[in-house]
């Protein structure tokens, strides 16, 4: 979990992959970011839990216990009961995983939500209960939840869910800093005080551009629309564009003393690699990557 150092904290998220061909290549991912010494890896959870201890605890063991890395689990709360978050735990307990981030969820057409926990901060606040020395990761919007009124309510929001328990917070990504810095001001004037990881997504093709447009509601600067507008014909220029913007957001990130980043690595370990050997001495550590 994010300490007070004088360097801020790298680290990666990964989802498990949904056919055993991807199996086999998030594996070869994953042994590929051995050398990058991450503060830890997060394993995505499916929304409405199908297959949840094969696909996201197994993977979460195997980042722990092959790795060797600490590793942080995603957990919905929309479709989870108390007694099954009280039977992972204990699963979790017994990896020696103690890191959790308490996610609502979407609500899934089809799919009808259990009724224990209505938002993450209940299910923060129930694995507090039950295992104290837990680490509790949380979402959270720089530019808005999609579901608040307003910028007011939705740092309301984040300040119950900090005060159930939550240790930490992860944003969901951007591509404008000034609306991170924005928030951090919001936050701390709410006297929100835990650490708050920047979430940062390289854009590294057009298809995955246009689906960050549709589904995501971050705020895209000018200079973001020209990468996308003179490259979209140019699949390889894009890509090292895409990557060269997100270093660029990282350095200005850690020159500004963010307390962390994490990289939403899209399960590809060649762009994590060439993120990290642009940025591993801003991190204190040392790009050991292997091509």
Same mark, same amino acid.
Do not use: W
């Given at each position: 979990m994010t300490?007070?150092?004088?360097?801020?904290t790298l680290s990666?998220?990964?989802?498990?992959?949904?056919?055993?061909?991807?199996v086999g290549k998030l594996t070869d991912t994953l042994d590929q970011l051995k050398g990058l010494n991450p503060s830890f890896i997060s394993v995505t959870a499916s929304n409405h839990?199908?297959?949840?201890? !094969?696909?996201? =605890? @197994?993977?979460? %063991?195997?980042?722990?216990?092959?790795?060797?890395?600490?590793?942080?689990v995603h957990m919905p709360a929309?479709?989870?009961?108390?007694?099954?978050?009280?039977?992972?735990?204990?699963?979790?307990?017994?990896?020696?995983?103690?890191?959790?981030?308490?996610?609502?969820?979407?609500?899934?057409?089809?799919?009808?939500?259990?009724?224990?926990?209505?938002?993450?901060?209940?299910?923060?606040?129930?694995?507090?209960?039950?295992?104290p020395y837990f680490e509790v990761?949380?979402?959270?919007?720089?530019?808005?939840?999609?579901?608040? !009124?307003?910028? =007011? @309510?939705?740092? %309301?929001?984040?300040?119950?869910?900090v005060d159930s328990g939550c240790d930490q917070l992860i944003t969901q990504l951007f591509y404008d800093n000034?609306?991170?810095?924005?928030?951090?001001?919001?936050?701390?004037?709410?006297?929100?005080n835990v650490p708050i990881l920047a979430g940062i997504m390289p854009i590294v093709n057009r298809k995955q551009a246009l689906h960050v447009i549709e589904n995501c509601a971050a705020h895209l600067p000018k200079k973001f629309i020209n990468i996308l507008d003179k490259y979209k014909d140019n699949p390889v220029s894009l890509k090292e564009a895409g990557i060269a913007y997100a270093v660029d957001q990282i350095v200005d990130l850690v020159t500004n003393d963010v307390n962390g980043v994490h990289l939403y690595t899209m399960n590809k370990s060649d762009t994590a690699k060439h993120i990290f050997s642009n940025t591993a001495s801003l991190f204190n550590l040392e790009a050991q990557v292997e091509e």
């Open positions: 300490e007070t150092k004088n360097f801020p990666f998220e990964v989802f498990p992959p949904n056919s055993e061909v991807g839990k199908l297959n949840y201890e !094969k696909t996201t =605890i @197994d993977l979460a %063991k195997y980042v722990n216990d092959t790795l060797d890395c600490p590793t942080m929309a479709y989870v009961t108390k007694a099954e978050v009280s039977s992972i735990l204990d699963q979790l307990e017994a990896m020696h995983i103690n890191q959790i981030l308490a996610l609502r969820g979407d609500i899934v057409d089809g799919y009808t939500p259990e009724t224990d926990f209505t938002y993450a901060s209940d299910l923060t606040k129930f694995i507090k209960q039950q295992k990761s949380g979402a959270c919007y720089p530019e808005v939840h999609p579901d608040s !009124k307003n910028r =007011i @309510d939705d740092v %309301k929001h984040l300040k119950e869910k000034e609306q991170f810095y924005r928030f951090q001001e919001e936050c701390a004037i709410a006297d929100i």
